[in-house]
């Protein structure tokens, strides 16, 4: 499997117009202080290249045959630059491990509660949540996180089946 791709089905994706190209990222790297190392480099590209907001073990997973030498503490590392950088972020769906999203914007994702699978949920404007949320708590916002829980199609039609 190439390193530019994550299996799981329809989960890859193409580099969008928002990601970094390995340029830009050495560059913001460098200027962040931090040392450009070919890991670092291939957790953010594999981040930016699939949409299913993989955890530390299933990145790990994919690039240590490409990286035989690349520890589990490694890809922590590189991880935790990318989210202080501005260039991924953390999810907290619930489960004992982090995902990660190359996709910083401001957007929701979707659990399912029977295979743990992992989607960005398009096209809610979640900005009036968040207005709402100020004005009825009088809090000064820093950030928001907005998770949904369900069963995702793939697991309804397996429980469809499994009942016939």
């Known amino acids: 499997m190439s390193p530019n791709k994550l299996s799981g089905g329809n989960q890859e994706k193409e580099i969008g117009d928002d990601m970094l190209t390995s ?3 050495t560059s913001r790297l460098r200027e962040a202080g931090f040392k450009v190392t070919p890991q670092r480099l291939a957790v953010y590209n594999m981040l930016s290249h699939t949409k299913a907001h993989p955890n530390a073990d299933t990145i790990y997973k ?3 045959p490409l990286y035989p030498t690349m520890s589990l503490a490694t890809v922590y590392k590189a991880l935790a630059i990318l989210c202080d950088l501005g260039l991924a972020q953390e999810l907290n769906v619930g489960e ?3 995902r990660y999203d190359a996709d910083t914007s401001h957007h929701p994702h979707i659990r399912c509660t029977c295979c743990g699978r992992v989607d960005d949920v398009p096209a809610l404007n979640t900005e009036g949540v968040y207005e709402q949320v100020k004005d009825e708590t009088g809090y000064a916002l820093s950030d928001h996180q907005l ?3 369900g069963v995702c199609p793939e697991c309804q039609e397996k429980k469809a089946h499994a009942v016939h």
Do not use: G
């Open 62 to 64: 994919e690039l240590q």
């Open 147 to 149: 998770y949904f829980f």
């Open 23 to 25: 340029t830009e990222l």
């Open 96 to 98: 004992e491990a982090f």
